[in-house]
């Protein structure tokens, strides 16, 4: 599992940045082998900040997706 996303901080990362951070996991994980999870402490979060940085991972992913070809 991959923590791409940082639940310390309240700025809801760009999909850039969750795709940036996946990609250095991919330089020692096969992307197949990638699952991607938020950091432990989602539940402290205020609902609108857990739900940009939950969307933000899933559009980080489809950009990566889509740059690799999946």
Request: charged content about 30%; some cysteine.
């Amino acid at each position: 599992m991959v923590g791409c996303i940082d639940l310390s901080d309240m700025t809801i990362e760009t999909p850039q940045k969750v795709a940036e951070r996946i990609r250095k996991a991919l330089k020692h994980v096969k992307p197949e082998n990638v699952i991607l999870a938020p950091d432990c402490g989602m539940k402290y979060l205020p609902r609108e900040v857990a739900f940009g940085k939950m969307k933000a991972m899933v559009e980080g992913a489809k950009l990566l997706r889509a740059e690799l070809g999946r």
